[in-house]
């Protein structure tokens, strides 16, 4: 007997339903607190792949964020525009390469700070213990989605 036989099914309908309706909300804070926020949520994806100080191709940053190379093509270069991003060519017939700029470390960082505020003060209300708790429970819970999700290697 696995662990869901016998399980009244309405209750698995109604969880997703609340935990639906849980995490729109949250995404609706989310969106609120990212109002000031420099960066739209596209640059600071790209953004977060260069905080280990490693430069890479656009098919490298298209493979990593799971997108069409298309998109993060277009992606990078209104972010070189905008002074984040720089491309350089390393030799003749190379790809280019994507560095971030220090410009675009310093905005990452002060709206990573940002965002991360409102997350740290929520959990600072619940106390340690159960602040911990959710984390772990979070953990948890994202793996075992993840693990549902159809052809998603990404964990």
Known sequence: MTAHEGDDPTMDVEGGRRLAGQYARLERFRRSHQQN??????DLRILWLFTDGSPRTLKEIAR???LEQSTVNRQVNAAVADGLLEKTRPAAGSAFHVVSTQAGRDVFEKDVAVSLQGYEAALRTLGEADSSRLLELLERFVDAYGSLAPGDEAS
């Open 37 to 42: 926020m420099r960066l739209g949520t596209a």
């Open 64 to 66: 990593e964020l799971g």
